[in-house]
C-alpha cells in the first residue's frame, strides 16, 4: 500500500527529478492508462532513465497508486482553501459549485485518471486506506453548510451531503469526461469558454433547485 505522506514529490522544486518523472507519469496514466503506460515512457518524458524511475518510485503500479492518491489529495486540497465557513450557507454552496466545476475544467487529466480507475473497476483504489480518508472532507464540508443553511431554514431538511456531492460531481465531471463526444455531437463549432460559462453557471442552478426550499 503506498504511503502519499512521505512518497509524493515536492512540487515546490521544479527541478526534482522525483517530481518530473511523477509528473510524467501522470500525464501518461490520463493518456494511455495503467496497462498503456509504459516505464519507458515516463523516464523518457521526465528526461531520464527507467533504472531511475524504478529507484524512486519501485513499480509502475506503485506510481500509479501514488498518482491516483495525489489527485484526490490536491481535489480535496482546493476545496479545504476555500475558506467557505465564513460565508453565508447559499454563498457558501454557490461558490463550491463553481470552485469544483472549474477545477474539473482545468485538471482534465486528473479527471481522466479517475475514469481510468473506474474502467478498472476501482481496483487499486480497494488498496488505499488513504483515499477513504482524504476523501472523507468532501462530504465533512457539504455536511457542514448544509447544516448551517438548515438551520436558517435555507435548504431542505432532507437534502443529504452525499447525495448532493454525487451531483455536484457528476455534473463537473460529465463536462471533462464527455467533452469531446458531447461537443461533436451537440455543440460543434461553439465558442468554448462561452459553453463552460454556461454549464458552470447551469451546475449552480441544479445544485440550488436541489437544496434550497
Given at each position: 500500500?503506498?504511503?502519499?505522506?512521505?512518497?509524493?514529490?515536492?512540487h515546490n522544486d521544479d527541478s526534482s527529478l522525483k517530481d518530473k518523472i511523477f509528473q510524467s507519469a501522470?500525464?501518461?496514466?490520463?493518456?494511455?492508462?495503467?496497462?498503456?503506460?509504459?516505464?519507458?515512457?515516463?523516464?523518457?518524458?521526465?528526461?531520464?532513465?527507467?533504472?531511475?524511475?524504478?529507484?524512486?518510485?519501485?513499480?509502475?503500479?506503485?506510481?500509479?497508486?501514488?498518482?491516483?492518491?495525489?489527485?484526490?489529495?490536491?481535489?480535496?486540497?482546493?476545496?479545504?482553501?476555500?475558506?467557505?465557513?465564513?460565508?453565508?450557507?447559499?454563498?457558501?454552496?454557490?461558490?463550491?459549485v463553481e470552485a469544483t466545476f472549474d477545477y474539473h475544467a482545468d485538471h482534465p487529466d486528473y479527471i481522466?485518471?479517475?475514469?481510468?480507475?473506474?474502467?478498472?473497476?476501482?481496483?487499486?483504489?480497494?488498496?488505499?486506506?488513504?483515499?477513504?480518508?482524504?476523501?472523507?472532507?468532501?462530504?465533512?464540508?457539504?455536511?457542514?453548510?448544509?447544516?448551517?443553511?438548515?438551520?436558517?431554514?435555507?435548504f431542505n431538511q432532507t437534502v443529504d451531503a452525499r447525495d448532493l456531492h454525487r451531483l455536484i460531481s457528476?455534473?463537473?465531471?460529465?463536462?471533462?469526461?464527455?467533452?469531446?463526444?458531447?461537443?461533436?455531437?451537440?455543440?460543434?463549432?461553439?465558442?468554448?469558454?462561452?459553453?463552460?460559462?454556461?454549464?458552470?453557471?447551469?451546475?449552480?442552478?441544479?445544485?440550488?433547485?436541489?437544496?434550497?426550499?
Amino acid at each position: 500500500m503506498a504511503n502519499p505522506g512521505s512518497e509524493f514529490p515536492d512540487h515546490n522544486d521544479d527541478s526534482s527529478l522525483k517530481d518530473k518523472i511523477f509528473q510524467s507519469a501522470i500525464a501518461l496514466f490520463a493518456e494511455y492508462g495503467l496497462n498503456g503506460a509504459r516505464m519507458e515512457q515516463i523516464a523518457e518524458k521526465a528526461g531520464t532513465t527507467k533504472r531511475m524511475v524504478v529507484y524512486h518510485y519501485k513499480t509502475k503500479e506503485n506510481l500509479y497508486l501514488l498518482a491516483l492518491e495525489y489527485v484526490y489529495t490536491q481535489i480535496r486540497a482546493s476545496e479545504k482553501q476555500l475558506s467557505l465557513a465564513v460565508l453565508p450557507p447559499v454563498e457558501a454552496l454557490v461558490h463550491l459549485v463553481e470552485a469544483t466545476f472549474d477545477y474539473h475544467a482545468d485538471h482534465p487529466d486528473y479527471i481522466r485518471i479517475i475514469c481510468m480507475e473506474n474502467m478498472q473497476r476501482g481496483r487499486f483504489m480497494q488498496q488505499s486506506n488513504y483515499l477513504r480518508q482524504v476523501n472523507r472532507s468532501a462530504l465533512d464540508l457539504l455536511e457542514a453548510i448544509l447544516c448551517r443553511g438548515k438551520e436558517k431554514q435555507l435548504f431542505n431538511q432532507t437534502v443529504d451531503a452525499r447525495d448532493l456531492h454525487r451531483l455536484i460531481s457528476s455534473f463537473s465531471f460529465h463536462y471533462v469526461a464527455n467533452s469531446y463526444t458531447f461537443t461533436l455531437l451537440f455543440e460543434d463549432g461553439a465558442d468554448e469558454q462561452a459553453q463552460r460559462q454556461h454549464y458552470r453557471k447551469m451546475a449552480v442552478q441544479v445544485a440550488l433547485r436541489y437544496t434550497c426550499p
